[in-house]
């Protein structure tokens, strides 16, 4: 079993930056590949990026690239979203996931956290 906590959401203007962490526990966190979703009201979870497990290569929603950058720190067992050139259609619950394969597919990512929110006013 995996447990996920994210944390660093919150209220920013438009144009402003966060940075989202997620620690993760529970099985071995560099045999993972990670995801970073999103869900904003009345509208589906999509996809945001993910990390593959060893190489690190990242893979981005075609909203943020080029805005959000994925990264993880296999020692620390956490992955990170960094978010500049924040936007109002930013606003949304952000989740990190775990995945036994490398895929963009919410279905296939197995354990998931709570979510930590981000407000992005303008």
């Known amino acids: 079993q995996v447990q996920l906590v994210e944390s660093g959401g919150g209220l920013v203007q438009a144009g402003g930056s966060l940075r989202l962490s997620c620690v993760a526990s529970?099985?071995?966190?560099?045999?993972?590949?990670m995801g970073w979703f999103r869900q904003a009201p009345g509208k589906e979870r999509e996809f945001v990026a993910a990390?593959?497990?060893?190489?690190?290569?990242?893979w981005y929603a075609e909203s943020v690239k080029g805005r959000f950058t994925i990264s993880r720190d296999n020692a620390e067992n956490t992955v990170y979203l960094q978010m500049n050139r924040l936007q109002s259609e930013d606003t949304a619950r952000y989740y990190c996931?775990?995945?036994?394969?490398?895929?963009?597919?919410?279905?296939?990512?197995?354990?998931w956290g709570q979510g930590t929110q981000v407000t992005v006013s303008s």
């Open positions: 529970g099985g071995t966190f560099s045999s993972y590949y």
């Open positions: 996931a775990v995945a036994s394969g490398w895929t963009e597919d919410e279905r296939l990512y197995d354990y």
């Open positions: 990390i593959r497990r060893s190489s690190g290569t990242p």
